[in-house]
């Protein structure tokens, strides 16, 4: 694991400690000796981690990372306060400004690094979202950018795995208002529980009634179901090993006992946010993937996604000695209907048209608008006599009832043109199978449109 560490620290005995230890692990490590200059280093270059210093000149750390949070470019990166303050309210404080992680001075070495790490894990897989989302900004992808923005518009639902009574009393107490929390004090019906409803952060007590928590911390991340939930693990005093093995393990943060009731809603609040920015950037994600191969008049699929899945199946045909068909249709003299009707009247004739082949095509054809009002079909596993089947369902499907026209109510009559080509047994690629059915086509209209005409090899 190889990441871009910025120091952040005015006392240079701390940074040069800081950035042996870091350098130990083979980061790569940029310093700054105020809040301004680790501003400005945030604004141009790329930044993995941030460890920064809170007491520093000018401007102080709670500042720096208020500031940080607060700016689209740089709200991502998460932020490691190191500090000697010890004070719970100043964690409180830290962790509000948007502070993905708060460690006393002196650090452990091992506590330090297997949070560096784990943050750095968040920072890959937030980066892997975020770039493979851009093509979504026009859906909204800006708000997406600043993670610790703001409240939380409606609380989380956390599931609280504790054995002891009294502990889920104080733990729920404290938790009132910012979420729902579900308690339960059998780690495996806990278990079913996280897989079984949409939780935002499973809170796991070390002291757990003859079960070890670090085994259902394991097993909340090898299920599918579980696996991106936050975890956050609530440990006593003197249980080091425990917290660095939880956190190897994947546990994103920890708590020590006694518990400060607002450091515990402080870093639940952040894992929840942390769980929705995530949700959110998949979700854009899959959008964005449905936007790219998806024609936005028709709802089909684009020739994009034809292009390559075509050549899918034409592969797999080959590979499988199974036949393929293809059809590329489109609508009779569609020029001079936009000319009578207008763009949005063509644009009504479009939408309908694409609605009667989904409704004339079978569940395993691909169906994509071409371009303009040509539309393709392949069917896989299709001989020529079915597919001149189908394409016959299709040609009277479109010229069997009118088409609507909303703007002026009129209702129009359209006809269609179909071309149709087999796949041959020697090897042909996609391209020629297409080449052969657009031949068809223009056949078809040669020969006086609204028919079907088939292409032989």
């Known amino acids: 694991m190889t990441a871009r560490i910025l120091v952040v620290d005015d006392i240079p005995a701390n940074v040069k400690l800081l950035e042996a230890r870091l350098m130990a692990e083979y980061f790569e490590v940029l310093t700054a000796a105020d809040g301004m200059t680790a501003l400005d280093i945030c604004d141009q270059t790329p930044v993995d981690l941030i460890l920064l210093d809170i007491m520093m000149p000018g401007i102080d750390g709670f500042e720096v990372c208020h500031r940080l949070k607060h700016n689209p470019r740089t709200a991502h990166i998460p932020v490691v306060m190191v500090t000697a303050l010890d004070q719970p309210a100043d964690r409180v404080r ?42 979504a900004r026009n859906l909204g992808l800006e708000a997406l950018l600043a993670p610790h923005q703001g409240q939380l518009e409606e609380p989380g ?83 080091e090993d425990l917290v660095i093995r939880a956190l190897e393990l994947g546990v994103n943060d920890y708590l020590l006992r006694p518990l400060d009731p607002n450091e515990l809603v402080a870093r639940s609040v952040t894992q929840i946010r942390r769980k929705r920015y995530t949700d959110r950037l998949r979700a854009s994600l899959t959008e964005s993937v449905e936007f790219a191969v998806t024609d936005a008049l028709t709802g089909l699929n684009n020739r994009r996604y034809l292009d390559t899945h075509m050549a899918t199946l034409v592969d797999r045909s080959h590979r499988r000695g199974r036949p393929l068909s293809v059809l590329i249709t489109d609508i009779d003299h569609f020029k001079a209907f936009n000319d009578t009707h207008g763009h949005e009247g063509g644009d009504d004739v479009l939408r309908e048209f694409a609605r009667r082949i989904r409704g004339a095509v079978r569940g395993a054809d691909l169906a994509c608008r071409y371009g303009g009002e040509e539309f393709v079909v392949v069917m896989p596993d299709t001989p020529a006599e079915i597919a001149a089947h189908v394409a016959e369902r299709l040609r009277d499907a ?30 042909e690629g996609a391209d020629s199978l297409l080449r052969r059915a657009d031949r068809a086509l223009y056949q078809a209209k040669h020969d006086g449109r609204n028919r079907v005409v088939g292409q032989a090899a």
């Open 157 to 239: 639902m956390v599931l609280l795995v504790d054995s002891r009574a009294n502990s889920q009393e104080r733990m729920n107490r404290a938790l009132k208002g910012v979420a729902e929390v579900t308690a339960i004090g059998d780690p495996q019906a806990a278990l079913f529980e996280a897989a079984d409803k949409p939780y935002e952060l499973v809170i796991v007590s070390s002291s757990l009634d003859n079960y070890d928590p670090l085994r259902l911390c394991s097993q909340l991340r090898s299920l599918e179901r579980t696996r991106f939930i936050p975890m956050l693990v609530v440990a006593e005093q003197g249980e």
């Open 398 to 427: 479109v010229a069997g009832s009118p088409f609507k026209v909303s703007a002026s109510g009129a209702m129009v009559q359209v006809t269609t043109s179909v071309g149709i080509a087999t796949l041959d047994k020697d090897g």
């Open 94 to 135: 830290g962790l509000k400004a948007g502070a993905d992680d708060f460690l006393t001075k002196p650090v452990n070495d091992l506590q330090l690094m297997t949070r560096v790490k784990s943050l750095i894990r968040f920072k890959a897989l937030s980066d892997e979202l975020r770039l493979r989302a851009e093509t």
